[in-house]
Each structure stands twice: as structure tokens, then as C-alpha cells.
């Protein structure tokens, strides 16, 4: 990384070939891959976007805002995460060309590492928040991009939660018992055709996962719509973010959603027979057995029941049963509407389609020891419909089997193969006669297309 030189020699023992070696003041480096990197960030104008979101608070320095940005991403995209080795990188020739304010063969020396560390610390809160919008608005103009010049019609939003290890005495880096480290936790929200990152903050090692989800979700879904006031999405998440405040913030801002929903002993005890018909399949055929169940559930903290899917899977490796909590879009609903729909589904009138447990049902629905206030259930594994025929229960669940493989995996179902639902169903508008839990699984069929 710094001026190589030798003085000249004369090498002979290939007598028809002589090898001489001589002085030169050129340099060398190891990094020229950065090269093609910055000519890619030339032509979308990446780094000079993102130092407009920043406000210089030391005028007068002998490097820009742009020169000392560029040095810190193209440093980290190069392996060189820490601010002490621009001591040395500061002099090498490709970080000259692709991080310096200099025309070529005059450039002047980066900014050293003392230099950096003033440059982060003073970035503020609202210069952050200007860098959440740029990313957001860098994933709707790729979006754009990818369907044609237009926003799409639907999309899918990731909410995802990742373990990021530290090594050292960083600040909010905490230990989490669950991976067994010191970490930072930090929040991601995605586009799956895209793969665009739309939001990554870096939280505290011991952050619950939804922390901050609800607002950062929300910033992300008013971008969208006011690019497209009509964009239908889709919300994904696991199990730690199916919480009541996830739950409302989708619904009440127009908002499908698939959560995972976290195990507990009463929902253990209503998919027996579902497991058990797994089980009992993968004895007799000897291939992977995937069955599906869906069925209403309400905890104490919810202010209405929903529909819940479980997957009960049995194979070489074990059984493995899992819940999924889907909503339907229903568009944005105003809050008397919302007080209106809370009061009809806690109505006497409306138990019966919703709630079908015989009395001593009712009076295990509470476990204070094995089942926690938030996940207490008033209904049955048989509450999936009331008042439709046994012949529609099951094509419902075979319709819901396919509806959340899609939304899961992202494939939907072969046409004709196992759980396949006919066009010609997913598009039939609602029927009078069915359930709420059959017409919330057809609504969400529809957005899995």
C-alpha cells in the first residue's frame, strides 16, 4: 500500500533470456477490485445521494463530506471495518481514485483515522432518519425498475430480526441468552423480488425483535402508497412479531399480513389429532407428511378472534409443528369502524360462528402455569367454519395448505399438484353462506396470487 522500490539487477543464468531489475516510482495496491464497485456507484449516484442527506458541522476541513463517505463504505466493502487501517489506506493509490476530491496524479492524502471517527459522531438523529428515507426511496425507484417503469399492483414486505456478533467493547453491544453472545440486534425490513433493503437499524444486543417494527413498517408502507395510493402489501414476519400491536397496526392501516405465532401448551393440546394424523401418514407412506389446520383463536388481549393456521410436519428428522396468524386485506378502516367491527365480534350473536368449544373446553382455555395471558384461547380446532358443510371444511383447509405455502415460501402451489387451488375458486366472490374464518382464507389466497 505504500511506494515499492528496488534497485536495478542484473540476473544471468538464463543465458538467452536476461532478467534485470530496476527501480520504479509507481505504486501498488491490492485493492483494485474497488474500482469496478465505483464505477457502478458513478452511474446511480449512490454516495453523492447519501452525503446530501448529511449536514457538515466542521467547514473548513481539508476532505469533503463525499471524499470521507466514500473512504468509510469503500473501506467496509474491502474488509477494512476499522477506522485505524485508513492510517495506512489513506496513501493507497485506489482508494485515491475512488474515495478523493482530487483530479488523478494530484491527489492529496484521505483523512486519517481521528479525522473519520469526528465525522461519524457527528452525524445526528435527523440526518439518520434522512438516510432511512433515501434507502426507501431507493427501493421504490428499483421496484419501478423491476416491473417497468411502474409500481406494482401487490407486493410483500420481510420484517426480519438478525443476530449481529460483536468482538469488542462497543456501545449497546449486550449479551443475548438465546445466542448465547454479545451482539447487536438489528431490525430489517425487505422486498423479496427485489431483495432491496429498505430499512436496517442497528439496535441493542437485548432488543425484543418488534421493537421499533410499528414505525419503521409504517414509514416504509406511506413511501409506497404515495408512489401508488392503491399498492396492496403484504406483511411477513416470525413469531416475534406476532404480537397484538403488530396485529392492529396491519389491520388498521389496510394491511395484510402472515406472522408466526409462538407454541404454547393449549395449542399443543388442540393439534393432537393433526400431528398425529402426520405421524401416522409418514409410517405408512415413508415420505415427508405435511397436514394443515385452521381454526379461530382469541387471546385475552385481543379485542376480537383470528384466524389462526397450524402445520404439523413429520419426517426422518422428527416432527415439527408450527402457527401461522394471516389477516386478509380489508382496506383502511376508519377507528368507528374499527370500534363498530370490535363490538360485533364480541357480541353474543356472533360467538356461535366463532367459538364452538363445549363447556369443558371453556373451562381449560386458561393454564396461568403452561399458558401465558397473551396466548389464551376461547376456541376449538372445529371453529375453523360454522356454517358451512363438512365437504367445504375440507376444501378450505386444503385451499389454506396452499395459500400458506405461498406465503411462506414465496412458489405457489403447481397447478393440479397437492394443495393446488383452481383459479376459478380464488377468484368466485365471497359466498353469504360462509364463515369468517372461510372468506378471511379466500381473501388471503387471493393476495398469495
Known sequence: MVAQSAE?????????????????????????GLLPIREFDQKWKLTARMAACLDDCLPGRGQSLLSMLRQRIFGIIAGYEDCNDHDTLRDDPVFKLVAGDDAPGEQQALASQPTLSRFENQVTPSMLLKLVDFTINTGVERLRQHHGGQLPASLILDLDSTDDPTHGHQQLSLFHGYYGQYQFYPLIISEPTTRHVFVAWLRFGTAHASLGADDDLMRVVNALRAARPDIKIHVRGDAGYGLPLMYEICENNGLSYTFGFSSNARLKRMTEALMQRAIEQFKATGEKARLFECFQYQCDSWSMARTVIAKAECHNGGTNLRFQAPHAHRGFQS??????????????????????????????????????????????????????????????????????????????????????????????????????????IERVAKVGE
Open 8 to 32: 536495478q539487477m542484473s540476473f544471468d543464468f538464463l543465458a538467452q533470456l536476461p532478467v534485470i531489475v530496476q527501480r520504479h516510482t509507481g505504486q501498488i495496491s491490492s485493492d483494485a
Open 335 to 440: 377507528p368507528q369502524r374499527r370500534a363498530r367491527r370490535s363490538q360485533t365480534a364480541r357480541s353474543p350473536a356472533c360467538r356461535p360462528a366463532l367459538h364452538l368449544a363445549d363447556e369443558g373446553d371453556q373451562s381449560r382455555r386458561r393454564d396461568h402455569h403452561h399458558h401465558p395471558t397473551s396466548h389464551c384461547t376461547t376456541g376449538s380446532p372445529m371453529a375453523m367454519v360454522a356454517a358451512v358443510s363438512r365437504r367445504r371444511q375440507s376444501q378450505h383447509r386444503v385451499q389454506s395448505a396452499s395459500l400458506l405455502l405461498t406465503l411462506i415460501t414465496g412458489n405457489p402451489a403447481r397447478p393440479g399438484g397437492k394443495g393446488a387451488v383452481r383459479a376459478d375458486q380464488a377468484k368466485n366472490q365471497p359466498d353469504p353462506s360462509k364463515s369468517i374464518a372461510a372468506v378471511e
